[in-house]
């Protein structure tokens, strides 16, 4: 995460562990690996080393909006759950509706991170809910004050691939127009 600048820009110091993400149809996320928003479109099934017994937080962020160089909006938030019990996501509650990738064209490559907190205990997150097709309260997030604001510490796993823009972003944009 250190090579990427992900460490940084998003994260003080990079997980120990690693979370596996497996897209619908078998798409496998590598640490660092390229993947296209039509195939990360829908939510993937997410897994880390995890204590049964224990609350996790879930988040997906792009710190690359609108482009690398220039994140005046940093971190997109993608993906934010909850109060996960141990590794099994269903449990969690949902704060950011899973939204997939969709770098506008011509920004180039995005970092799209997946982080796991620890929490200290089952927590009432007060962020205001962002469904999968809402932009609303998506911008300008930092996983960083939110670990920060709830007593998380650093992230415990870790993961990530970055995309950059395909014809699925302009249909995804006219999904989003129409409702």
Avoid at 1 to 13: F, K, N, Y
Avoid at 81 to 100: E, F, L
Avoid at 133 to 142: A, L, P, T, W
Avoid at 163 to 171: R, S
Wanted: charged share 30%; proline share 8%.
């Amino acid at each position: 995460m250190e090579t990427h600048g992900i460490v940084p820009d998003t994260i003080d110091e990079a997980p120990s562990a690693k979370i596996t993400k497996k897209y619908p149809g078998g798409v496998e996320v590598e640490f660092g690996g390229e993947l296209t928003p039509t195939q990360v479109k829908d939510e993937p099934e997410v897994k880390w080393d995890a204590n049964p017994e224990k609350y996790y937080v879930l988040s997906m962020v792009d710190p690359d909006a609108p482009t690398r160089m220039d994140p005046k909006f940093r971190e997109v938030n993608h993906w934010l759950i909850g109060n996960i019990k141990g590794s099994d996501v269903s449990t969690g509650n949902v704060i950011a509706d899973y939204r997939g990738s969709g770098p506008p064209k011509g920004t180039g490559l995005h970092r799209y991170i997946f982080l796991v907190h620890e929490q200290k205990e089952k927590l009432t997150f007060d962020e205001p809910r962002s469904p999968q097709m809402s932009r609303e309260h998506r911008f300008n997030f930092s996983i960083r004050k939110f670990a920060k604001k709830y007593n998380l510490g650093k992230a415990y796993a870790g993961n990530f691939y970055v995309a950059q823009w395909d014809p699925y972003v302009d249909e995804k944009k006219k999904q989003g127009a129409n409702k």
